[in-house]
């Protein structure tokens, strides 16, 4: 009885530790805009993300910045119709590619063959 009463506490607690985690990212906002964590394959999804939001409080989401550094933001606003403020709060635009630089390695691997013929 022990056993099954903590077996099933074990499977309440990984449930809701799990019941944040997003496969792109995480969007954090009310029904005024929001922001979502930038990363390379973030930014492919960001509108989507966005107006899964913004749809969410019945409104149409813009992108309205994107800085492309690890550890900032996509930001945008939710509006009541896409026609309100278009020169006011232009749409910044997103990647459809992503193209990150190549890891610089500070280690690289023996290369053998390089080896031999010195």
Not at 17 to 40: F, P, R
Not at 46 to 70: F, L, N, P
């Amino acid at each position: 009885m022990k056993a099954a009463c903590l077996a099933s506490v074990m499977a309440a607690i990984l449930l809701v530790s799990t019941a944040g985690g997003y496969e792109y990212g995480y969007v954090k906002g009310n029904d005024t805009g929001g922001i979502i964590l930038w990363s390379c394959e973030t930014e492919l999804v960001a509108k989507e993300m966005a107006g899964d939001h913004c749809g969410g409080y019945g409104k149409y989401a813009r992108i309205t910045s994107v800085t492309r550094q690890y550890g900032d933001y996509i930001a945008f606003t939710c509006l009541w119709t896409p026609l309100i403020a278009r020169y006011q709060i232009p749409a910044a635009p997103t990647r459809v590619v992503c193209n990150a630089p190549p890891i610089r390695r500070i280690w690289q691997p023996l290369d053998f063959q390089r080896l031999d013929a010195e």
